[in-house]
T-cell receptor, first 112, second 115 residues
Framework: NAGVTQTPKFQVLKTGQSMTLQCAQD?????MSWYRQDPGMGLRLIHY???????DQGEVPNGYNVSRSTTEDFPLRLLSAAPSQTSVYFC???????????FGPGTRLTVT | AQKVTQAQTEISVVEKEDVTLDCVYE???????LFWYKQPPSGELVFLIR??????QNEISGRYSWNFQKSTSSFNFTITASQVVDSAVYFC????????????FGQGTRLTINP
C-alpha cells in the first residue's frame, strides 16, 4: 500500500494562475479531506468528501474547488491563485469506521 | 462549534526532562474522538493516539502517556525522559462522529528538546 499520495511536492505559481493538487489513496477509504497549514494556525479544513460523488465545504473553502469521481482520487483545484493561498496543503483519508485520518506528505505551494 | 486550544505555543526543555503538552477542547457532541499527531521537522503528520469520548482511561505507550479528563475537557500528553528525537510540533485534534465528521485541530505546540 502506498497510503495517501500527493503531487506535486512543491509548486510555485504566479498570481492568477490555476492548478490542481493531486491526492490519491489506495486504502479504499470513503472519507477524504483537504487541509491547509499556516504558521500558528494549525490545520484548517478546506473541503471534504464522504464518498464518491459527494463533497462539501470545510472551514476555508473560498478559492478552491474539489470533485470526487472515484473513491481513490480527490483533487483540489485552485481557480485563480492568490498570495494568501501560499501554504502547505495536506490531503487525508479515513475509513468509514470514523477513526483516525491518514495524511499525505503535503504539498508546499508558494504564490508570488 | 467545536474548538481545540493548545495554549502552549512553544516549549523548550533539556533532554531527559519530563514535559506535558496541554490540550483543551470544546464540543456539544456527546460522542467524539480526540487525537494527537506529531509533525517532525520533515513535515509529515504522524498519528500518535486516538481516544473515544466514552473511554477515560489513561494510556501509556513507552515514554508517552495521555491523560483524558472529560470533566475538564482536557486531553494532555506527557513525554517522560524526553529525547532530542521528540522535537517536533504536536497537534491535538477533535473529531465528531456525527454529521460531517470533520477533524478540528489545535494551533500546535512546538517542542524543542535540547541536548
Amino acid at each position: 500500500n502506498a497510503g495517501v499520495t500527493q503531487t506535486p511536492k512543491f509548486q510555485v505559481l504566479k498570481t492568477g494562475q490555476s492548478m490542481t493538487l493531486q491526492c490519491a489513496q489506495d486504502m479504499n477509504h470513503e472519507y477524504m479531506s483537504w487541509y491547509r497549514q499556516d504558521p500558528g494556525m494549525g490545520l484548517r479544513l478546506i473541503h471534504y468528501s464522504v464518498g464518491a460523488g459527494i463533497t462539501d465545504q470545510g472551514e476555508v473553502p473560498n478559492g478552491y474547488n474539489v470533485s470526487r469521481s472515484t473513491t481513490e482520487d480527490f483533487p483540489l483545484r485552485l481557480l485563480s491563485a492568490a498570495p494568501s493561498q501560499t501554504s502547505v496543503y495536506f490531503c487525508a483519508s479515513s475509513p468509514p469506521t470514523r477513526s483516525e485520518q491518514y495524511f499525505g506528505p503535503g504539498t508546499r505551494l508558494t504564490v508570488t | 462549534a467545536q474548538k481545540v486550544t493548545q495554549a502552549q505555543t512553544e516549549i523548550s526543555v533539556v533532554e531527559k526532562e519530563d514535559v506535558t503538552l496541554d490540550c483543551v477542547y470544546e464540543t456539544r457532541d456527546t460522542t467524539y474522538y480526540l487525537f494527537w499527531y506529531k509533525q517532525p521537522p520533515s513535515g509529515e503528520l504522524v498519528f500518535l493516539i486516538r481516544r473515544n469520548s466514552f473511554d477515560e482511561q489513561n494510556e501509556i505507550s513507552g515514554r508517552y502517556s495521555w491523560n483524558f479528563q472529560k470533566s475538564t475537557s482536557s486531553f494532555n500528553f506527557t513525554i517522560t525522559a524526553s529525547q532530542v528525537v521528540d522535537s517536533a510540533v504536536y497537534f491535538c485534534a477533535l473529531r465528531s462522529v456525527q454529521g460531517a465528521q470533520k477533524l478540528v485541530f489545535g494551533q500546535g505546540t512546538r517542542l524543542t528538546i535540547n541536548p
